[in-house]
């Protein structure tokens, strides 16, 4: 039930504006605090839920870019070998490291350090960044 400020002044309650809510019983019931209190909880839970998906969509592009710069690197460097007429064994003997690491910055499932890269765009005789260059 609704009063106006004199009529709940008249039964003895408290009033903070022009217009308050007095409920018969008393002032906003268990039940209403505890409503309040629910749906505050959802909203908030709610916008920690879209956080967390729109940062999970976020940080799956970041890798699928990733995986894309890696596979062109990868496209970029079995191309300079095979212009060169070279194995993956002799490029890793040249560079000093295994063929299986030759393999794999290859396949995309690794990628060379930066002294390495310098080593492959040397042996390759092409500037780093002819290397680099397809993978922006």
Partial sequence: ???????????????????????????MSAVSILTALLLLALVAGGAILL??????AKDRRSRRDN????????????ARRAAHGMSQEQVAEA???????????????????TSNLLALAKLYEVDISELLRGIQ
Wanted: aromatic share 10%; no cysteine.
């Fill in 95 to 113: 560079l000093g490291v295994s063929r299986q690491a030759v393999s794999k910055w290859e396949n995309g499932t690794a990628e060379p350090s």
């Fill in 67 to 78: 995986e894309a710069l890696y596979q062109s690197l990868a496209e970029a460097l079995k």
């Fill in 51 to 56: 956080y967390v998906l729109f940062k999970g």
């Fill in 1 to 27: 039930m609704w009063y106006t400020e004199p009529e709940i002044q008249e039964k003895g309650g408290i009033t903070l504006g022009a217009m308050k809510m007095h409920h018969a019983s008393g002032w």
